[in-house]
């Protein structure tokens, strides 16, 4: 299927304002240049099987939505999954404005934007549904409460801060940025970056630590691995870690009264 493209200053998204004149269809692969705020047309839940692209491109400065009048409603699935360099054509939403808000809500069908990559100067915002793998890089994203996660990657100078839920967040992949979670995981990987870890409901299995910081504000964990990197604690409330083990290059402190470790395991006799 060909690209459509919306049309110059749109400030919404009906058909009529694609060169296509129709815009959000089954399968649809959709660029839009948005210089103006999208306040209608923003419900697109009705297309049930969903489109396979959106696009906002890097000469962006408008906005998808608002606070007030909500986000862009729409289901952009992939049975087949992940997108990776040899699936190139995995359903996926591409946020590389230069500027502006852009509110996303996962909606209609499955309602589930199954890959999402971030690269933008911009505020983009996650309003509901599922997320099933998103890449974050630059710019600053928002997750609200109601939106459920699966794989997370943020890098770069990105900056992420996802609000509590009980459940539904699988994997978190730090290489770089700023991150706060306030929602217990699965499996942490921190290579780079600092992780703030901050939930109040459930347990974070595992976090294996590699580089970077992970700052502990709350929350209940398993295992920790520590290989490099720096573990600090500076808990708001008491917090327990089952198992921790340290390798002789990390750097931890545990004078935080509010912690405690049931098994810290010293992978080396220097490490004190």
């Known amino acids: 299927m060909s690209l459509a493209y919306l049309n110059n200053g749109a400030t919404s998204f009906a058909a009529a304002n694609w060169d296509d004149a129709a815009g959000f269809t089954t399968n649809a692969e959709l660029v839009a240049k948005v210089t103006a705020t999208i306040t209608a047309g923003l419900d697109q839940s009705a297309v049930v099987t969903g489109i396979n692209r959106l696009l906002i491109p890097r000469l962006s400065t408008g906005s998808i939505g608002t606070a007030v009048q909500g986000a862009l409603i729409v289901d952009i699935d992939d049975v087949v999954g992940e997108w990776s360099s040899a699936n190139p054509t995995r359903a996926r939403l591409e946020v590389f404005a230069a500027g502006g808000q852009y509110y996303f809500r996962a909606g209609g069908g499955s309602s589930t934007i199954s890959n999402t990559f971030i690269d933008t100067q911009a505020s983009v915002f996650f309003g509901g549904g599922t997320f099933t793998t998103t890449r974050h890089s630059s710019g600053t994203l928002a997750i609200d409460a109601t939106t459920i996660l699966g794989t997370f990657w943020i890098w770069g100078p990105a ?51 590699y580089g970077g910081t992970l700052i502990h504000e709350a929350g209940d964990i398993t295992t920790v691995n520590g290989f490099a990197g720096e573990y600090r604690p500076v808990l708001a409330r008491a917090a327990t870690i089952a198992t921790f083990n340290r390798e002789l290059p990390f750097r931890f402190s545990r004078s935080d009264p509010l912690l405690t470790i049931t098994n810290d395991i010293r992978f080396n006799p220097g490490i004190v």
């Open 159 to 209: 900056s992420v801060v996802i609000e509590p839920r009980a459940t539904s967040l699988t994997t978190f992949n730090s290489l770089g940025g700023n991150s706060l979670v306030m929602r217990a995981a699965t499996t942490v990987n921190i290579y780079g970056g600092v992780y703030r870890l901050s939930h109040t409901v459930g347990t974070t299995t595992t976090v294996n630590i």
